[in-house]
């Protein structure tokens, strides 16, 4: 989730996946101020989660951290925004 995979390790990844963002895309984003909203933001985090279910198998490790790792993170914006 911290950075994409590499492009010469998984080529696959770039096939199927038509926007890979990874959670130091997010930052930069951040520190670069390109979110205007809170709803642009959960968009990506959002995206990052798809991306990994959608590349990763249903049951693996990785499609079942995304899942939890999403349920914080609406947990926490629900937190934020009320």
């Not at 989730?1 to 926007?19: V, W």
């Not at 968009?43 to 990994?52: E, G, I, R, S």
């Given at each position: ?19 890979p963002i ?61």
């Open positions: 989730f911290l950075e994409l995979p590499s492009r010469r390790d998984y080529p696959d990844y770039y096939m199927i996946i038509r926007q990874a959670i130091k895309t997010i930052r930069r984003n951040v520190k670069a101020h390109k979110y205007a909203s809170v709803a642009a933001f959960h968009h990506d985090w959002k995206l990052m989660f798809d991306n990994a279910r959608t590349y990763n198998e249903e049951g693996s490790m990785v499609y079942n951290d995304a899942c939890a790792l999403q349920r914080v993170l609406e947990e926490k914006l629900g937190e934020l925004t009320g």
